[in-house]
């Protein structure tokens, strides 16, 4: 009697119900911050009061030039001098983040507080005698327009060289005074007081700029308020314009401090003072050109997933306005090489945005007159990931000597180009590596059949199939139904014969 040698393994059907997109949100800013802007330009994050934040245009700051002689911006609690000419030795001056003209923060000064500065270096107030110009400016916003506020004084005790001087400027009668006594000398060494009070009357509790600026060939001293003159006066014998001038002169010392805020109510912001006469006070809070921002390349997870809709959250002043862009691709290299496409908010885009990454970028431009800027507080990407291919349905194992063959169900998804092949001795655990093919899983192409060979017989394996489809970087889909046989050699592999 012919002995017949059954050959013994596992089938199983999986019936699985096709897997469709869901819509999914990827949230920019708000409670989570702007932490996904890469490359920016003209653009900064500021913190909300109520908590999370926006992004704005950066405000349009002085900076420090080559004839800056003195640079406060009270952006950072801990004041220093920009230029580095100067060194705060005393301060008692709060740095707010509320209101402010320009940039972070402003000072917020008391009746008491003190800001007293000493130059490193020679100065333009203790440089000796000057011949050049000069210009002072800054951001009052004065709480309550008290008699005698100061806003800075620079007093220079008399000497055996020098008589007692003094630069200073303060509130009286609702206006700003400038004071220079013996400060500007003439031919022979003859010093004049010069005194420059505004006539337009200042309101409490108002951001103002205010400019004081001395032109050398003229000796012209003239105070503006909003870039606009509101006063003049010359550095003449006469006080009127004539031929001869006189300059700034001071004796060189470097102790003697420069004293901000005396007795002062009110914040103070931006205050600068320059070697040289300022023709344009630009007074524009943002640049006209606008700025912009890119985000970082953002994982939508899978390849060709589709991006839907942007959903901004703004705020657009007036005739302020933001643009949108985005780019994708299914590789990180190949982003950067692709162009900008314009969006339109909420708008669907269709089947066309796909690629597992995705730029967002956004340009933001001030109103017509660069005071108000676009406010975004949110960025929402709808995008729906592409759905892995589904498993095969049907999975057969059977059992040889020191070999399993498998065979598989192919899969209806024009997508597909492969399968996956897991092995493993636990149920769910595919972590084996004993097979002369290689370790788990096995990439086997675009095929419903395989022989694993190299297998220890008497143990049992356990297998699944996975399909991939063509991205560069192919992720699997689900596993099919788990298999399992036993290599033995009691099988004599007819099923070569039968698969052959």
């Known amino acids: 009697m012919k002995k017949e040698t059954a050959l013994l393994g596992t089938a199983l059907f999986l019936f699985s119900l096709p897997l469709f997109p869901i819509e999914s949100l990827l949230r920019i800013g708000g409670m989570e911050g702007f932490r996904s802007i890469g490359d920016s330009s003209g653009v900064r994050v500021r913190s909300l009061p109520e908590g999370g934040s926006e992004l704005t245009l950066r405000d349009l700051q002085q900076g420090v030039e080559a004839s800056t002689d003195l640079y406060l911006s009270f952006d950072s609690p801990s004041l220093e001098d920009a230029t580095g000419n100067w060194i705060v030795q005393t301060s008692t001056v709060q740095v707010v983040d509320t209101n402010r003209a320009r940039g972070n923060g402003s000072g917020a000064f008391f009746p008491e507080s003190r800001l007293q500065l000493l130059p490193r270096r020679d100065t333009f107030l203790s440089s000796g005698l000057f011949e050049g110009g000069f210009t002072i400016q800054f951001w009052l916003y004065p709480s309550t327009l008290g008699e005698g506020e100061g806003v800075f004084v620079y007093r220079k005790p008399p000497s055996r060289k020098q008589e007692y001087q003094e630069v200073s400027c303060r509130i009286s009668g609702r206006t700003l005074v400038w004071s220079f006594v013996n400060f500007f000398q003439g031919p022979q060494g003859k010093r004049i007081d010069i005194s420059l ?28 308020l909003d870039g606009e003159p509101d006063g003049v006066v010359y550095a003449t014998p006469s006080g009127r314009e004539e031929l001869v001038v006189f300059y700034p002169s001071t004796e060189k010392s470097p102790h003697v401090p420069l004293l901000l805020g005396e007795g002062y109510n009110g914040l103070l912001d931006e205050f600068t003072i320059f070697r040289r006469y300022r023709e344009s006070i630009p007074l524009k809070r943002y640049s006209p050109e606008g700025g912009w921002f890119e985000t970082i390349p953002l994982d939508l997870a899978y390849h060709d997933s589709r991006f839907i809709k942007l959903s901004p959250r703004q705020i657009l002043p007036g005739t302020s306005a933001v643009f949108y862009y985005y780019r994708t691709a299914n590789s990180l290299r190949e982003i950067s090489k692709q162009e900008w496409i314009p969006l339109e908010p909420e708008k669907d885009l269709g089947t066309k945005a796909r690629g597992r990454f995705l730029q967002i970028r956004a340009e933001l431009y001030p109103d017509g007159s660069s005071s108000h ?44 180009k492969g399968y996956f092949v897991y092995y493993g001795w636990e149920p769910g655990v595919f972590k084996g590596n004993d097979s002369s093919l290689g370790p788990s899983p096995l990439k086997v192409g675009n095929q419903t059949e395989l022989l694993v060979t190299g297998l220890t017989n008497g143990k049992l394996y356990y297998f699944s199939i996975s399909a991939y489809d063509s991205s560069e970087d192919p992720l699997s889909g689900r596993l099919s139904a788990t298999v399992n046989a036993r290599p033995s050699r009691i099988y004599r592999n007819e099923h070569r014969n039968k698969s052959e």
């Not at 509790?205 to 004081?212: A, F, K, P, S, V």
């Not at 498998?406 to 899969?411: E, Y």
Request: charged share 20%; glycine share 6%; net charge neutral.
């Open 373 to 416: 800027s676009p406010r975004i507080s949110e960025l929402l990407v709808s995008y729906e990931p592409k759905a892995p291919p589904p498993p095969p349905t049907y999975v057969q194992a059977i059992p040889g000597d020191g070999e399993v063959l498998l065979r598989w169900s192919r899969v209806s998804d024009l997508s597909v």
């Open 197 to 224: 009070r505004g006539t337009t009357p200042l309101v409490p509790r108002e951001w103002r700029h205010h400019t004081l600026r001395y032109d050398a060939s003229t000796g012209m001293l003239e105070y503006l």
